[in-house]
């Protein structure tokens, strides 16, 4: 079939590392057709959007685009195809404008540079064509996640982009981001004919927004649908080989202690802005706490005042009664309290370290591991392979750099050194974003663990459905401050909804 936009015909990529990331790999996608790619992580999703985009070399096999046959060196000849990719990891300059973002460079390719206010004139004629929300003359480390998303949709159109690639849009958005983005995307695809190939391991998104899917497990196509043919459990079947349950058993327990003690904590961020407004919150023993709150509300900031990164204007945190502001990073993790970063190649990993190192660097010094300075490596190996084992680390063995592992797997390295550090407290930051539907299973039920362990967990998700699928008590955050706290059977959806838009409040916390 000679019509068709996009036929990818037998590609095969074997990694210089040895690993086999795709094998014989062949589907269609017609102009006009939204397209999932669906499949675990380390399935080998993104390294076949790579090709496509001319990153990644395949091995062998064939790719026809409009016809005719891709051979691609660089993105840069990909994108004078039409051919158009915004990365699981963004890719934008921070300090410059959505307007510079979204013209840098492809202006003189179009014949000559663009000075600012023809770049904010572009961009926002850009934008109402194509129907996304921007602040075009704002800087892109201002904006909230949603919007860069969105910057760099309309980056790759205005490189004439009829074939868009998206890896994993939706895992830093929240639901109602997704939403949004969702309707964007069908009106590029329904009205102006593009076509958008994209994955995400959130399998109502694909029921809601594809045409058509393409499941991948171990770097082989398992199956190709119609969306409408399959249901979510029999996509879930195909891409894991199992079913997954996505219900939770906590044991009944009564609370323990105070673990952790917020008081009064106010924060101003570097611009000014007050973030956290005396935000008072105790974790217990033994539970494990949700915050719900739409995305910007002060959720990060918190994490990351309790975890050291940054510090308070006022207020105190207190770990079994010992104060814990003023310290180190470092010191707070000795003290037993862990973080889950949301950004993990920030300042979650070192990509260019090896699994092992990522896990353990800050804990050769201890007994167990080390011995009068020598490093007891048969200790130290054990101990990885088993954390490997335990949270299902798709890697070729524990000396791989973390860098070069998929974008699951890097988080799930990150747990894995959490939740072995034994903490007292775990701070989860968004902990299963980007992972798939059997590894989020997986976390989820550690954090149980933790909890049925009488640990206090502090659970910080865009994800509602999982909020209240494991949280014992559930606090809602609302412009910087806690607007309610509830026992989480005695709450629903709906009524947390108004306490997350602002519009009910507690008078008096529990
Ligand atoms: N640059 C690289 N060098 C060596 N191996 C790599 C490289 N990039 C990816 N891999 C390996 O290729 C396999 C497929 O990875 P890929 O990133 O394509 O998975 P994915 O399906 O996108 O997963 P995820 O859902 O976690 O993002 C994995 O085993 C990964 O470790
Ligand atoms: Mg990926």
Not at 258 to 266: G, T
Not at 356 to 379: A, C, S
Not at 482 to 500: A, C, H, R, S
């Amino acid at each position: 079939m000679m019509s068709d936009f996009l036929r990818v015909e037998g590609i095969s990529k074997t990694y210089e590392n040895g690993v086999v990331a795709n094998t014989d790999i062949s589907f269609n996608v017609r102009q006009g057709e939204m397209h999932a790619i669906c499949g675990e992580n380390g399935a080998g999703k993104s390294t076949l959007m790579k090709m496509l985009y001319g990153m990644v070399k395949p091995t062998s096999g064939e790719i026809y685009y409009k016809g005719d046959k891709l051979d691609l060196d660089s993105p840069k000849e990909a994108i004078e195809l039409g051919i158009g990719m915004v990365h699981q990891e963004f890719m934008l300059v921070p300090s410059f404008t959505v307007a510079e973002n979204i013209t840098l460079g492809a202006d003189v390719l179009k014949g000559g540079f663009l000075d600012k206010e023809d770049a904010v004139r572009v961009a926002n004629a850009l934008a109402e064509t194509y129907n996304f929300d921007i602040d075009a003359e704002a800087t892109v480390e201002s904006i909230p996640v949603g919007m860069r998303q969105r910057v760099e949709i309309l980056k790759a159109l205005y490189r004439g982009a009829d074939l868009l690639i998206l890896d994993e849009p939706t895992a830093v958005l929240t639901p109602q981001e997704s939403e949004e983005l969702f309707a964007s995307l069908k009106k590029l695809v329904r009205e102006l004919n593009k076509s958008v190939i994209f994955i995400t391991h959130k399998l109502k998104e694909v029921k809601f927004a594809s045409d058509k899917i393409t499941v991948i497990q171990h770097g082989k196509v398992t199956g190709n649908f119609d969306t409408d043919s399959v249901s979510v459990d029999e996509i879930a079947n195909k891409m894991v080989g199992r079913e997954v349950e996505n219900s939770y058993y906590r044991k009944p327990q009564e609370l323990g202690g105070k673990a952790l003690e917020i008081k009064s904590l106010n924060y101003k961020d570097a611009a000014g802005i007050q973030r956290l407004n005396n935000l008072t919150l105790d974790i217990y023993e033994g539970e494990v706490l949700g915050i719900a709150g739409v995305e910007g509300n002060g959720q990060t900031e918190l994490a990351r005042l309790i975890s050291g990164l940054d510090k308070p204007t006022s207020g105190d945190i207190e770990l079994y009664g010992q104060q814990i502001q003023g310290k180190t990073p470092h010191q707070i993790r000795d003290l037993k309290i862990a973080h889950v970063s949301e950004d993990r190649k920030g300042d979650g990993t070192a990509g260019d370290a090896s699994i092992r190192d990522n896990v353990l660097v800050d804990r050769y010094h201890q007994k167990n591991f080390g011995d009068m300075g020598l490093l007891k490596m048969g200790v130290i190996k054990d101990h990885l392979s088993h954390l490997i084992d335990r949270f299902d680390i798709r890697c070729k063995s524990q000396e791989t750099a973390i860098g070069s592992l998929s974008g699951g797997n890097m988080q799930k390295v990150v747990i894995a050194r959490e939740i072995s550090s034994e903490p007292k407290v775990l701070i989860a930051a968004q902990p299963t974003r980007g992972v798939d539907i059997g590894a989020a299973e997986l976390i989820r039920n550690e954090l149980i663990k933790l909890r049925d362990n009488k640990k206090g967990v502090l659970l910080l998700s865009a994800d509602l459905d999982e909020i209240l699928s494991i949280s014992d008590r559930i606090a809602v955050i609302y412009k910087g401050e806690i607007v309610g706290v509830f026992k989480n059977e005695n709450i629903d959806e709906k009524t947390l909804g108004l306490y997350m838009l602002g519009l009910k409040r507690q008078s008096e916390h529990e």
